[in-house]
């Protein structure tokens, strides 16, 4: 095997990110060899890539999939293990060069830390490691001199836009964001709203979780406070603009006003394979863009009194502390309870600012409170959704 073969592990193969992944290290065998799979529950996806792949281990984290993924795979020289403990052990194989995060939420953090600590450099698609831990994540990557490289399409655009730019001044970011599926709507409007409208997102294919947070523009939010961490930034330093054909991925002011952006069909391969690749390009066959195709590129302020997401999201940037962290557990809980017809679409805006007022503000906290502050905010969360008042929604068959 070539010694120029990076090893990759994907933390979360079987999701949109990480099947996408797949895909582009099949396209580069020269270049990549899978060397980690993990998923969280999807047994039989993760058995089908492992056969495909021959990754060195496979980890299912749902403990009680194991014997079933072992079975599956006992012909094959693949070590099979399972729960969270071992993907936050396995990340730190020596052999291993990059780990791409994609496992869905909080339960990214400790794994993607641990591989900090390790040496290993971070392809990172769980944006919520940086909502929750911007502070201590980026201090430790400077300190074990590893590279965090986004994979979100909106900050690898910053990342690509501040390529050869290192001494120049930024005045501003500026990320742009599709308007999902209910761009220009009313609260009247949202306040009827199903699961099933808000998954239809106009221009992505998405797993379920990242849908509705754009639908309710708190992934734009998540991402503002990612983009905080990753390029140095203060939060008037950041804006949002919708955009709603999702060409330009994002753009960078500089100090002397010039304005650089990346633009692109959307397809998440071409930020996955410039994260695995960096800092080369690698040619590849993904469809281009035309602007013939698209004469016209339109953009519009967010509405943040309607989609309140956003706004409590530069809130908690500006909180800082374990606010960020108090809203990510709070929006994993609400849109849960979204995705279960157990709450509607606009009282995941209440359940998360309630959680902000009621959970103890910690200035400068710790890996430790962290982790208290997201098993508190779960729990206060799911009380709430249970004491609120019974709604359409509720009147599911049993």
């Excluded at 089908?48 to 984290?61: D, G, H, K, N, R």
């Excluded at 309710?216 to 983009?227: D, Q, T, Y």
Aim: with cysteine; net charge negative; aromatic share 8%.
């Amino acid at each position: 095997m070539s010694n120029n073969i990076k090893n990759i592990a994907i933390l979360g193969s079987t999701g949109s990110i990480g099947t996408q992944t797949l895909d582009v290290i099949k396209d580069n065998p020269g270049m990549f060899r899978t060397f980690m799979l993990t998923a969280h529950s999807n047994a039989y996806l993760l058995i089908q890539q492992a056969i495909e792949f021959l990754p060195e281990y496979a980890i299912i984290c749902d403990e009680s999939k194991y014997a079933e993924v072992k079975a599956a795979l006992s012909h094959l020289p693949i070590k099979v293990s399972s729960g969270h403990q071992s993907i936050k052990d396995m990340v730190t194989h020596p052999d291993i060069h990059v780990v791409l995060t994609a496992m869905v939420g909080f339960a990214g953090l400790e794994p993607t830390i641990n591989a900090i600590k390790a040496g290993k450099d971070i392809a990172l698609a769980n944006k919520e490691t940086l909502v929750v831990a911007g502070e201590l994540v980026t201090a430790l990557a400077k300190e074990h001199n590893v590279k965090i490289l986004p994979v979100d399409s909106e900050h690898s655009a910053i990342f690509q836009c501040l390529a050869g730019e290192e001494h120049n001044k930024i005045e501003k970011i500026i990320l742009t964001a599709s308007g999902g599926p209910f761009r220009g709507k009313t609260t009247d409007f949202l306040a009827g709203v199903t699961r099933e409208h808000a998954l239809k997102h106009p221009n992505w294919v998405m797993g379920a979780k990242i849908t509705i947070d754009s639908a309710s523009l708190m992934n734009k939010g998540l991402e503002v406070i990612e983009a905080k961490w990753l390029f140095g930034l203060e939060a008037d330093q950041i804006d949002v603009i919708v955009h709603p054909q999702s060409i330009v991925h994002s753009l960078v002011q500089f100090e002397d006003g010039s304005i650089k952006a990346q633009m692109g069909l959307p397809d998440m391969k071409l930020p996955i394979q410039y994260a695995l690749s960096y800092p080369n390009r690698v040619k590849n066959n993904f469809k281009r863009f035309d602007f013939v195709n698209y004469p016209n590129l339109s953009f519009e302020k967010p509405d943040l009194d309607t989609f309140r997401n956003l706004k409590l999201a530069f809130e908690a940037l500006n909180r800082k502390g374990n606010m960020p962290c108090i809203i990510n557990a709070a929006n994993e809980i609400a849109v849960a309870a979204f995705l279960n017809n157990d709450t509607g679409f606009l009282d995941m805006s209440d359940i998360i600012e309630t959680c902000m007022t009621n959970i103890g503000y910690i200035e400068q906290p710790t890996l430790s409170d962290y982790l208290n502050t997201d098993k508190e905010t779960r729990i206060f969360a799911q009380n709430l959704i249970k004491q609120m008042p019974l709604k359409a929604y509720d009147l599911k068959e049993k």
